[in-house]
């Protein structure tokens, strides 16, 4: 048993942190949760330049060949710095998405050129049933000749109004399961027939609704192969989802170190609230949700980085982490009063953020059910 | 970053080995059918039937106390073999708390050997690897969570100490030989420094035992000392160092706990009933109530999992791992509790039979449970306590400041 990272992913992670603390202060995040853009370009290539955009792409690919554990380690502190952005759409959900089904060619191009920071990318998957089961994918895409012809609206799709390729999922065929006859399609968002609508959301994340009103895209654009996207659907969700996770984790951890600085230092009735045992009570709950959170997440990252079947460890790490940090910013808010409150204030931003992320990638309720069937229920 | 689950057995040299089989093949022809039985109940407090035999069985062998000295009636085996003969038993038997260790000398024992005099190691020490049964005596009717306010008095006469006062949950000490005894010796002093550590002889004239039983129907029991005479010899540490040596034996008791092995039985039995049971013709696992209340109790199994191995990694790296175990033990008793409480809901009115009862489901364990576990949320130190031990030890809070309130004479 080894609950920590190697010292080659400590000192990874270590610089990690420094750069967010002097590259991404409060008032920048703060920034993007407002702008409509949401990106900004001179964080986006500094991130490009220390090699983050491409950290698990294969060095075929212009990457640096990472694994899932050193993804772990960066979005920890992402978290941490309760980061917003094009990585999770352009890195996690696009790029994953090629790296598990694309082409050779497809892999070389696009990858290539999000690692240089080059390319926005967004996986267009959820639709109005807001699920992330195959059931929920409804909009069609019929062949005609050379082309697809893509019809439906797709909903939740992060970055898509500043993305330069859409990958849509899209049904192609009426299979006898739900993840029978999916197919993927790169398609690029300035084609005909696309309207995006950016929906104002609680973590400033820059959701859209897409609508694909007959949309042509030639075959060539189809990323795997038709009619079996599922597969690599799901094996992108999983490894987003414990990036998702490992965000989580750094973001309850951060969280909860707030609160206890604050109870050390704050002084009502002549002493630190901290000696108060309420409070002690609020802090030690908040220790234990964020140490199981880190815990089921890298015993989740292990298992899927060597190989091992992990849908249940997935499961669990997202059902729990997901509750954990929204419970652990919660905390936060109690313990600060006030000045949690307000917008000058950074709880605020942690305690919006574990919604968003409890809602994504599947909730607790949602991961629960998948658990159950994972356990012959 | 490694979470391999270790297999039993996996590293044994070649020596390890040929130790396991013989440690096995032993354990086949001497743990009797009464004692499987009486692991495999729920159990929190009391004696197992066959306990005391059995213990000193492996008393005879060395093996209660491998790693000590032949001297002392260890086995003089290197470390690393306890932990064999522990998992042995473990694969026979479900490896409960208590079991060969608060009753056996399991506390008492390191303790003895980190702080006791020669002359009482060549005393004690031989008696306990050979079995010798220990009740605690530390809770009073006044003095609880706070046990340094114990008042039960030892005063000086002779070479012995005069015994007066009484002794609450004592479990085990109506059959018990000996009562591990944390005694106010000098009321003058602040109240963690005038307590001493005596071993008393529970069956010594004076010695008044009497039964409490708890809602998990098991006995514990109140002892009341008049006037009861115990040598000074008997004293374990210097005078007054007696908080010091509670502190051991605390830290040697949670060590011998292990891994408390219900919460993962009861969720697999509560999943493997939903599975089988059917209720207006549906199977219950297809009650999407029943499927998240147990993939969320499976999950926190895991979770509890995963604590533990943080503390035994923790202890390998040298780490101070007390808020560490405790969380352990607070989540431990805490999801122990929640198990019973929704296993006993998902089987709706049935839930309520006890075992033994017609109509009982799963035995009747969840009923018990719901009953048995309440104890560990405060036995072993009150989850409450333990939560403001996280929050300062764990996250650097500052402690409540004490109030200034002097022994009572």
């Known amino acids: 048993m080894d609950f920590d990272f190697n010292d080659e992913q400590k000192m990874f992670k270590q610089g990690a942190r420094d750069f967010f603390e002097k590259e991404v202060p409060k008032s920048l995040v703060k920034k993007m949760v407002e702008d409509d853009n949401g990106n900004p370009p001179e964080l986006w290539k500094k991130m490009a330049q220390l090699g983050w955009l491409g950290l698990i792409y294969p060095e075929q690919y212009g990457g640096s060949g990472g694994n899932i554990i050193d993804l772990v380690a960066l979005e920890e502190e992402m978290g941490r710095a309760c980061l917003p952005g094009a990585f999770f759409s352009t890195v996690l959900l696009g790029g994953l998405f090629i790296l598990n089904a694309g082409s050779e060619e497809q892999k070389r191009d696009l990858l290539t050129k999000v690692g240089k920071g080059e390319l926005i990318l967004t996986l267009a998957l959820t639709e109005t049933s807001a699920s992330y089961a195959a059931s929920g994918v409804e909009t069609t895409a019929i062949s005609d000749k050379d082309d697809y012809i893509i019809s439906g609206t797709k909903l939740f799709i992060p970055d898509a109004h500043i993305a330069d390729y859409i990958i849509c999922i899209a049904r192609t065929k009426k299979g006898t399961k739900p993840e029978d006859g999916i197919t993927a399609f790169l398609v690029d968002r300035k084609s005909a ?48 989802t414990l990036a998702k996770c490992a965000e989580m984790v750094g973001g309850a951890q951060r969280a909860l170190e707030m609160a206890a600085d604050h109870a050390k230092k704050r002084v009502q009735f002549d002493r630190p609230i901290g000696t108060f045992q309420s409070i002690q009570h609020l802090i030690a709950n908040s220790m234990m949700d964020v140490d199981a959170s880190r815990f089921l997440t890298y015993e989740a990252a292990w298992k899927f ?52 992320a409890e809602l994504t990638l599947g909730d607790g309720k949602f991961q629960r059910e998948a658990l159950a069937k994972e356990l012959g229920m | 970053m490694e979470f391999k689950e270790y297999k039993i057995g996996e590293y044994d040299t070649e020596e390890q080995k040929k130790f396991r089989k013989e440690v096995g093949e032993w354990l086949d022809k001497n743990i009797t059918s009464e004692l499987i039985k009486g692991t495999n109940e729920i159990r929190v407090t009391a004696y197992i039937p066959g306990q005391h035999e059995f213990a000193v069985k492996l008393g005879e062998k060395g093996w209660l106390c491998p790693e000590w000295p032949k001297e002392y009636g260890g086995a003089g085996l290197p470390a690393g073999y306890r932990s064999i003969i522990a998992e042995e038993i473990g694969q026979r038997v479900v490896f409960g708390p208590g079991f060969l260790g608060g009753l056996t000398g399991g506390v ?15 005393e004690w020490l031989p008696k306990i690897a050979a079995g010798a049964q220990f009740a605690l005596g530390y809770t009073e009717p ?32 109506h059959f018990a030989r000996y009562h591990w005894l944390a005694v106010r010796t000098n009321p003058e002093l602040p109240k963690h420094k005038g307590v001493s550590m005596i071993i008393a002889d529970l069956k010594a004239p004076g010695v008044t035992i009497t039964q409490l039983t708890t809602i998990a129907g098991e006995r514990t029991n109140e002892v ?21 040596i509670i502190r051991m034996a605390l830290t040697a008791e949670r060590g011998d706990l292990g891994t408390f092995p219900w919460p993962k039985i009861l969720v697999n039995d509560l999943i493997q009933y939903a599975k089988e049971t059917k209720r207006n013709g549906k199977p219950l696992s297809e009650d999407p109530f029943v499927r998240q209340s147990l993939a969320q109790l499976a999950t926190d199994v895991s979770v509890l999992r995963l604590y533990n191995y943080r503390v035994g990694w923790m202890i390998d790296k040298g780490l101070d791992v007390s808020w560490a175990s405790s969380m352990v033990k607070i989540f431990e008793s805490e999801l122990s509790q929640r198990i019973a409480n929704q296993g006993m809901t998902i089987m709706g009115l049935y839930g309520q039979l006890e075992p033994g009862s017609k109509y009982a489901q799963l035995k009747g364990n969840m009923e018990l449970a719901y009953r048995a576990m309440v104890v560990r949320s405060f036995g072993g130190g009150s989850n409450l306590r333990l939560r403001n031990d996280i929050a300062t030890r764990g996250m650097g809070l500052p402690r409540e400041p004490a109030l200034a309130i002097p022994v009572k004479k």
């Open chain 1, 193 to 240: 027939g696309i309207t995006c609508t950016l929906l104002k959301s609680i973590a400033g994340d820059k959701l859209c609704e897409v609508v694909f009103n007959n949309v042509k895209v030639s075959k060539k654009n189809i990323i795997g192969k038709l009619d079996q996207a599922w597969a690599p659907v799901e094996l992108t969700l999983q490894q987003v």
């Open chain 2, 142 to 173: 006044n003095a609880g969570t706070d046990l340094a306010s114990l008042g039960i008095r030892g005063v000086k006469d002779g070479n012995d100490y005069i015994l007066n006062g009484q002794k609450m949950f004592s479990t085990g000490a």
């Open chain 2, 224 to 244: 009341f000392y008049d006037n009861v005479r115990v040598p000074q010899t008997n004293r374990i540490g210097p005078e007054g160092e007696g908080w010091s």
């Open chain 1, 305 to 356: 980085s060597e190989g091992l079947p992990c849908a249940k460890e997935i499961a669990m790490a997202k059902g729990w982490t997901s509750e954990a940090y929204q419970r652990t910013t919660a905390t936060g808010e109690q313990v600060l009063g006030g000045i949690g409150y307000t917008t000058d204030g950074d709880m605020q931003l942690y305690y919006k953020r574990a919604k968003a």
């Open chain 2, 108 to 122: 008492q024992g390191p303790t003895i050997m980190s702080a006791g005099t020669p002359e009482q190691k060549k």
